[in-house]
């Protein structure tokens, strides 16, 4: 007890930390997105016929997106979800910038009764940081 009075602030660190390592494991036990790695996803994509949907605003796809990926931004994908309808059993791979608006877009969708939503982690970072092509 005296070490956490006279550490206070060491002890914080470590907590804050230690949360931050445990947060991904924990969302995914809670409910949050199931994430995918860039490897992962072009398996789904080319194996399992996955659809991927690029929740970036238009101006971001205009430099680059994965091939075939359609785009709805993340500020219309709650009134467009009408058009992923005939694909709520199919593999869906949410794409942004990151990989922060795709896991809240699969919540999204989750919420509607989507049943196999991925999260690429990482997203377009990830994407091209590992040389996988992009169309313009």
Not at 6 to 29: D, E, H, K, Y
Request: aromatic content about 6%; glycine content about 10%; hydrophobic content about 45%.
């Amino acid at each position: 007890m005296h070490f956490i009075q006279n550490n206070l602030l060491l002890v914080g660190l470590a907590v804050i930390s230690g949360t931050m390592l445990l947060w991904p494991l924990v969302s995914r036990f809670f409910g949050g997105a199931r994430q995918v790695d860039t490897l992962e996803a072009v398996r789904k994509i080319n194996h399992d016929d996955a659809l991927v949907i690029d929740v970036r605003e238009p101006a971001e796809v205009a430099q680059g997106k994965i091939a075939h990926a359609k785009l709805i931004p993340m500020g219309e994908l709650q009134k467009r979800i009408g058009e992923l309808e005939k694909h709520k059993t199919k593999p869906i791979i949410m794409v942004c910038r990151s990989g922060n608006r795709s896991a809240g877009a699969c919540g999204i969708l989750s919420k509607q009764g989507f049943t196999d939503v991925y999260n690429l982690a990482g997203g377009m970072i990830a994407w091209q940081q590992s040389n996988l092509p992009v169309e313009k």
